[in-house]
């Protein structure tokens, strides 16, 4: 079974064939060797490339937030015409993968970030949850304060991008 998602304007495949151990993920047309190692509701552990890695994942209609190494993924399931025409829709709204507290909001609105630097952080069931920028762009709206409760999808921070 293929599935297809939107990341960061890319797409990214992954090849999941049912009863085999190894499977194939791609991104940017580089290839990953991903191996499922086990996992209960909503965490799992893998191999990538011979790495392991243990994941905490979410789920939502199409969208999926997936937690690895301090960093959380929004990835969305590509269906009908978009996956056909390999359409991926940058989306400049970053939102909170799970309810938990803003911790600290490292940014502010009219500021310059770069990819990966740390924009909000947030704790969510004992864990910290760092929302990255997914590239050089310009905070256009911070709609989150520190001590704030949030909830899973909300709003945190506005990006423009380098498109």
Do not use: C
């Not at 297809?4 to 009863?19: A, D, H, K």
């Not at 290839?31 to 509701?41: K, N, P, S």
């Not at 552990?45 to 789920?59: H, N, Q, S, Y």
Request: aromatic content about 6%; charged content about 30%.
């Amino acid at each position: 079974m293929k599935f297809n998602f939107s990341y960061q304007r890319q797409m990214l495949s992954v090849e999941w064939l049912p009863g085999a151990s190894q499977h194939k993920a791609s991104l940017s047309g580089r290839d990953h060797a991903v191996r499922h190692l086990g996992g209960r509701a909503g965490e799992f552990a893998f191999e990538i490339d011979g790495r392991k890695v243990k994941a905490l994942v979410a789920k939502e209609g199409r969208k999926f937030w997936v937690h690895v190494d301090g960093k959380t993924y929004e990835l969305e399931r590509m269906v009908g015409a978009a996956k056909q025409a390999g359409l991926v829709g940058g989306e400049s709204v970053l939102r909170a993968p799970m309810p938990g507290q803003v911790r600290q909001v490292a940014v502010r609105a009219g500021q310059d970030v770069k990819t990966g630097e740390v924009l909000v952080l947030l704790e969510a069931m004992k864990m910290e949850i760092r929302i990255q920028a997914p590239q050089d762009a310009k905070v256009t709206r911070v709609a989150v304060s520190e001590g704030q409760a949030i909830e899973r999808d909300q709003i945190l921070v506005e990006l423009e991008g380098e498109g």
